[in-house]
């Protein structure tokens, strides 16, 4: 038999090669790890499945309205999707200089006009508002209005003695949270005006003791994250206790039992898995 040409060859020995790597690395390889996990790793492997949700993935404890069920400890807010959603898993990228709302504007010319867009300074704000309301303490932060907006003016001009201030985030008929910047007068802020032109004063309050912690009011880089911090639940405990009719201390006990330490003792910090806590708490 005629010694075959080198062409046919090299494309024998690449169908060979992969063939031979197909069946290590797509069958054989799966196989075995796949195999090793649902032996030794068999509720990790499948996602960590409770019957109510992975403990991997956090979730919402809202009504069908989005209002907080009370008597579950809440999560930290998501930035994906409309919150935990695993197809849309994402920061919302927004960082410490997004302090500007647009303001909704009833005759802007598309529904992203109409609508307006929060700042993250400003979605900071109202989710601080908004638990230190159902908590019963104060929300208040520095650079924070009253009214749950980020405490920033436009002054005009950019350089030089100022002849015009805006409380751009808070739109008229709104009472700006100062009354004067530099000796002028503090407007409130109009739909649709163009105030880029002016100089970007955040202005900080008289804020030093903040009651709400940072996970509360900031979602986490991936958006599915399950844990709190530990301030968060106690936080919460209080209103959890009295929504179930226990006892402050057993609620707190509960929350020391579902905390995890730092990972290998030294990194991170210990957090609280939602999840988990609020299906301990329903078994009681």
Excluded at 121 to 133: F, P, Y
Excluded at 171 to 193: N, R, T
Excluded at 257 to 280: K, Q, Y
Aim: aromatic share 4%; proline share 6%; glycine share 10%.
């Amino acid at each position: 038999m005629e010694r075959l040409p080198s062409w046919i060859r090299q494309h024998l020995a690449a169908v060979r090669a992969v063939v031979v790597l197909t069946l290590v690395t797509g069958a054989i390889y799966p196989l075995l790890v796949t195999g090793a996990a649902q032996a030794v790793f068999n509720h990790k492997a499948n996602g960590s499945m409770t019957g109510k949700g992975s403990e991997l993935i956090g979730q919402k404890f809202t009504d069908q309205d989005g209002n907080p069920v009370k008597k579950y400890f809440q999560s930290r807010p998501s930035a994906a999707g409309d919150g935990y959603d695993m197809l849309s898993t994402a920061a919302s990228n927004l960082g410490p200089e997004d302090v500007l709302d647009v303001l909704p504007d009833p005759n802007g010319a598309d529904d992203a006009a109409k609508e307006g867009k929060q700042s993250l300074l400003t979605q900071v704000c109202a989710r601080s508002k908004a638990v230190g309301e159902l908590e019963g303490v104060s929300g208040a932060r520095p650079f924070c209005t009253a009214d749950g907006v980020g405490a920033v003016l436009k002054v005009f001009p950019a350089i030089g003695t100022p002849t015009r201030a805006v409380s751009v985030n808070q739109a008229c008929p709104a009472q700006p949270f100062v009354a004067e910047y530099q000796g002028v007068k503090v407007e409130c802020g109009k739909p649709g005006e163009d105030y880029a032109a002016g100089r970007t004063v955040p202005v900080r309050g008289n804020v030093t003791d903040v009651k709400v912690p940072a996970d509360a009011v900031a979602a986490s880089g991936s958006g599915l994250d399950p844990h709190i911090s530990v301030a968060y639940a106690e936080l919460q405990a209080a209103r959890v206790a009295r929504e179930r009719g226990k006892p402050v201390e057993a609620v707190r006990k509960l929350i020391a039992d579902n905390t995890t330490g730092r990972s290998l003792g030294f990194m991170g910090e210990p957090g609280v898995n939602v999840l988990m806590l609020n299906l301990a708490l329903d078994k009681e």
